[in-house]
């Protein structure tokens, strides 16, 4: 038996969406039976991250603790946040909890490093990118991550806007013209380190193999820590 997964979603709605799609494809399942068990709590009304940081305001914590201790009591085992500037609210009380979070900054790192040794751009909401949340991490690692100037910031920070209100076209044409100015000063992938930003990515029409998507490394991360010490599958019969 695997691990449950309790999923802290609704930041937004459409990423959260994909994030379950891409953890389906990543878990090595031949039946339903042998698919992880999840609790979702999509909680959408959790105040805008980068707004709070921004603002130097702690309001989306209390909502997010609230949350992770709410999957945990559904019987969670592993939590997991599609969404990358929450963890900047995550990293001040994942020592309370009693369960790990699966960190999606680690894991997008990690694949970042095994895409392209080299380094790669940092596409993320404003709030991610001021918090410096990526930035430490990968120096910590060693990693080179170059950072947007600031009229191409606002325009990826809008592009992620642009999935949440629906409008995943537009956003996907915002998006594709930032991409193509970065790339334009240094030809490195992408770490779409907002869970929106791959969506975008996805619209634009770009080439896959240039994206680190921090949703699939999420997903990825998931299916590996649930499966770790799961007994070996069986074909149904």
């Excluded at 076209?169 to 970065?182: C, N, R």
Aim: hydrophobic letters at 45%; a negative charge.
């Amino acid at each position: 038996m695997t691990a449950t997964l309790g999923v802290l979603g609704g930041m937004g709605p459409a990423a959260t969406a994909e994030f379950l799609r891409l953890l389906a494809l990543r878990v090595p399942a031949r039946t339903d039976q042998e698919h992880p068990r999840i609790v979702l709590l999509s909680e959408p009304s959790v105040p805008d991250r980068t707004d709070a940081l921004l603002a130097g305001e702690d309001t989306p914590l209390r909502p997010i603790r609230e949350g992770l201790r709410t999957l945990v009591g559904w019987g969670a085992d592993l939590l997991a946040v599609p969404c990358n500037t929450a963890h900047v609210f995550i990293d001040r009380i994942s020592a309370q909890l009693p369960v790990p979070v699966v960190h999606i900054v680690d894991a997008t790192l990690r694949a970042a490093r095994r895409a392209s040794p080299a380094g790669a751009w940092l596409t993320a909401t404003t709030g991610t990118v001021t918090s410096g949340l990526y930035q430490e991490r990968a120096a910590s690692l060693g990693y080179p991550l170059l950072v947007p100037d600031e009229p191409l910031q606002h325009r990826i920070h809008r592009a992620a806007s642009l999935v949440k209100a629906n409008r995943t076209p537009e956003g996907g044409e915002e998006f594709a013209d930032a991409v193509s100015q970065l790339w334009q000063r240094d030809r490195r992938p992408v770490v779409t380190a907002c869970t929106e930003l791959p969506i975008a990515y996805t619209a634009a029409g770009l080439p896959p193999e240039s994206m680190v998507s921090s949703l699939d490394a999420l997903a990825t991360a998931c299916a590996e820590e649930l499966y770790r010490a799961a007994a070996p599958l069986r074909i149904a019969v």
